[in-house]
């Protein structure tokens, strides 16, 4: 007679044998029923070619032309063009929209401080096709010049995520591009994808990262219109030197803070209400000026002023986000070269109205200054309001 405990052990490894069985049935019918859309992942490749040439860098980039023109929506016309002929026209004439595209998925960092990126060339290429019973495919071949505000040497990061996004142009499963790059005295290559983005070369060079930054500071006070004409206001509406280094001081203490409010990514105001907001502290200036020069609501207020034009700097020039000494070392740089800037242009104009104060025509001219710099102001805040 069996006994029963062998005939539960029985019963029990049958259970698992027909548990066995159907899970890897269910797994073959899964995989069987996946296999057709797998067969369906398009992915596309491109090649990139990146050369240091003084301050910019030459940046070829080669991308599946339907696919670019999908990714950004050049429209149907762009996308069924019956030849190369056709296609470059129709780069050509999207230029604006391809550059726009690649400005925000292609980023090139010195030492943390962004490089200026425009199109300068657009054509077609046809590359042959892997399959040797497919047709060639045509390549857009655009030719990217980065400007690097003086950079000619320090840390290179390059960013990529072209044909990555969650909307319109993700219009492939996976992207790749080769990178063949000659950046700070570094060669390479390497391949960028979706599991890897950004890729660096070069060697950091903190001393001449502070040395450009703080040039860039003083060239973007000296030749920033709006601010030149602030601190310009500024010197001349002074009753006394104590008066204009208390507003000096104050100007370049609140123009670090909002420099490094945007730096650090505590705010992200948007740049026409600050630009108009900058406009405004012009207009006030000057009128204050001539209404009311010693008033004590008149450092608050240049404090504020320096706030906005902080802010505006931070939109001017654009850092990265890898906090590191790179970035510590260019932004100490850059808000040093603002305050030197400052100081040195409101010197020098401080010292000239104080010799136009001894003759008796310096009144009327303070005037209609003040009046072509309120009239300049609101002019400026109308235009960037709209």
């Known amino acids: 007679m069996p006994d029963p405990l062998d005939r539960k ?12 069985v159907a899970g890897t049935v269910a797994v073959l019918a899964l995989l069987a029923a996946a296999a057709p859309a797998l067969a369906h992942v398009r992915t596309s490749d491109g090649w990139s070619q990146l050369r240091a040439d003084g301050d910019h860098v030459d940046y070829r980039l080669g ?44 980023l090139l960092l010195v030492d943390e401080v962004e490089c200026t990126m425009r199109l300068t060339g657009a054509d077609v290429q046809q590359q042959p096709a892997t399959d040797a019973t497919a047709e060639d495919i045509p390549y857009a071949v ?14 290179y990061v390059v960013d990529y995520s072209v044909f990555s996004g969650a909307g319109s142009d993700a219009v492939v499963d996976d992207h790749t591009t080769t990178v063949d790059y000659d950046l700070g005295g570094e ?55 104590a008066q204009l280094a208390r507003g000096v001081a104050a100007f370049a203490a609140a123009g670090s ?80 070269g603002i305050a030197l800037g400052t100081a040195a242009l409101a010197a020098g104009l401080y010292a000239m109205a104080s010799a136009a104060r001894r003759h008796a025509w310096f009144p009327l001219a303070h005037v209609v200054a003040a009046a072509a710099t309120v009239v300049t102001g609101l002019a400026w805040f109308v235009h960037r309001l709209l």
């Open 9 to 20: 052990v029985c019963m029990s490894s049958s259970r698992v044998v027909r548990a066995v």
């Open 63 to 106: 991308l599946e032309y339907e696919i670019l023109a999908r990714a950004i929506g050049m429209g149907t016309e762009a996308i069924e063009a019956p030849d190369d002929g056709g296609r470059r026209a129709q780069l050509d004439a999207q230029r604006a929209l391809i550059e726009d595209y690649l400005r925000e998925r292609i």
């Open 142 to 155: 655009l030719d990217l010049d980065y400007d690097c505000h003086g950079a000619t040497s320090g840390r």
């Open 187 to 241: 060669r390479g290559r390497v391949v960028l994808d979706g599991g890897q983005t950004s890729f660096s070369a070069g060697r950091p060079s903190f001393g001449d990262s502070a040395l450009r930054s703080a040039g860039l500071g003083v060239q973007r006070v000296l030749t920033g219109a709006d601010h030149a004409l602030f601190v310009a206001a500024l010197a001349v509406g002074a009753t006394g030197l």
């Open 257 to 336: 803070v909002g420099l490094l409010a945007v730096v650090a990514g505590w705010v992200d105001p948007p740049e026409q209400l600050v630009g108009a907001l900058v406009a405004l502290s012009v207009v006030w200036v000057a009128a204050a000026n001539v209404v009311g020069p010693g008033s004590r609501r008149r450092l608050p207020a240049v404090a504020v002023a320096g706030l906005l034009h902080g802010l505006a700097f931070a939109g001017e020039l654009r850092f990265g986000d890898d906090l590191g000494w790179d970035l510590v070392t260019s932004f100490a740089g850059y808000d040093l």
